[in-house]
């Protein structure tokens, strides 16, 4: 069966564009102009993948992820946005959307991205981060205790069935992007994991060192952890990655 991709943008010949290049590419495409359709159509059909126009009357791109993700909908959301600053994609982040592309983009970039989100249905592996993962010495703290269903580490706890996470009683809101983040790093608790294996086992490429995505995901995440007077838990190793670790 194609995978289901619902698009809504409100600009017919990039809609027109986008429903042709993702038709021939395979995929099943429903297209709307506007968020309102977009929200009646995500409700009835349950796409595999929203593709959404961040500027659009009425109902925009961002609104249509908040009702979504209030409504516990976990279907993974590419923004097509025109705004660059960092302010406006974590925007897009706090709204619940999981990745985006910025305009004017390359559809093969579309297409790579929309493969990384749906390849990220299924669940992270166990084990470390791969072969850039670096090990941080024996004194990294208490192993990561995890099942299939659960993982213990740094004061934190998973539940991977039904993709919540707390630190301590405290329960964790997190997007699909975020709680897969917060998993790759608690599975491999006490080694730095460096900016290519992430980007390799969350979005399936590696944007390149010019890349803020990263960065971007981790300080968002960090805002949910971080507690006054408690230890952090997501480190940078400068020019390496990231380590969750209780220090």
């Not at 981060?129 to 269903?149: C, F, L, M, T, W």
């Not at 039904?162 to 790093?185: I, N, P, Q, S, V």
Request: hydrophobic letters at 40%; proline letters at 4%; glycine letters at 10%.
């Amino acid at each position: 069966m194609p995978q289901t991709v619902l698009l809504a943008e409100d600009d017919r010949a990039i809609r027109h564009a986008l429903e042709r290049a993702l038709t021939l590419e395979g995929y099943e495409v429903t297209a709307v102009a506007d968020g309102v359709e977009a929200l009646a159509h995500a409700h009835r059909t349950h796409p595999d993948v929203l593709l959404l126009d961040v500027m659009m009357p009425g109902i925009d791109g961002l609104q249509v992820c908040r009702v979504l993700r209030a409504e516990g909908d976990r279907t993974p959301i590419l923004m097509l946005t025109a705004l660059v600053e960092t302010a406006d994609r974590i925007a897009g982040l706090d709204a619940g959307a999981d990745d985006y592309v910025v305009k004017p983009f390359d559809v093969e970039e579309v297409f790579a991205r929309l493969r990384a989100l749906l390849r990220r249905t299924s669940p992270v592996p166990a084990g470390g981060g791969g072969g850039g993962g670096v090990s941080v010495g024996a004194d990294s703290g208490r192993e990561p205790q995890i099942s299939d269903r659960q993982i213990e580490a740094a004061g934190l706890r998973m539940d991977l069935q039904a993709r919540r996470a707390w630190r301590g009683r405290r329960e964790l809101e997190l997007t699909r992007t975020e709680f897969e983040l917060l998993e790759l790093l608690a599975r491999n608790a006490g080694i730095v994991l460096d900016h290519s294996t992430i980007y390799d086992r969350i979005w399936g490429y590696d944007f390149g060192p010019g890349s803020k995505n990263l960065a971007v995901y981790v300080g968002y995440l960090r805002r949910k952890l971080d507690e006054p007077g408690a230890p952090q838990l997501i480190h940078t190793v400068r020019g390496v990655g990231y380590v969750l670790r209780e220090d």
